[in-house]
């Protein structure tokens, strides 16, 4: 079994800035790419940001220079900074996680999601 347990959402005004954290538990063997996605009223989900164990990062182009992704490998964690939030990055936002556990094959995860709603 593996859980990803989100955390750090809530309400903020345009121009503001959150984190969100992401932790995997479990009988993990190894994660290999980590990110996050959102998916807003009516809309599909899409991806915000991921990166692999390596440290290689992508973005969506709507948060390229607003949000930052980083993970501890040690810990099993990702994390999201976002700063000058808008009200369009109003969303669900889920972690994600393309991984392994002990003595099965290699499989995407999904958080329970975590609202963000910019607004003022």
């Known amino acids: 079994q593996v859980q990803l347990v989100e955390s750090g959402g809530g309400l903020v005004q345009p121009g503001g800035s959150l984190r969100l954290s992401c932790a995997a538990s479990?009988?993990?063997?190894?994660?290999?790419?980590m990110g996050w996605y959102r998916q807003a009223p009516g809309k599909q989900r899409e991806l915000v940001a991921a990166?692999?164990?390596?440290?290689?990062?992508n973005y969506a182009d709507s948060v390229k220079g607003r949000f930052t992704i980083s993970r501890d490998n040690a810990k099993n964690t990702v994390s999201l900074q976002m700063n000058s939030l808008k009200p369009e990055d109003t969303a669900v936002y889920y972690c994600?996680?393309?991984?392994?556990?002990?003595?099965?094959?290699?499989?995407?995860?999904w958080g329970q999601g975590t609202q963000v709603t910019v607004s003022s």
């Open positions: 990166i692999t164990s390596s440290g290689s990062t």
């Open positions: 994600n996680a393309d991984l392994q556990i002990i003595l099965s094959a290699r499989r995407n995860y």
């Open positions: 479990g009988s993990i063997f190894s994660i290999y790419t």
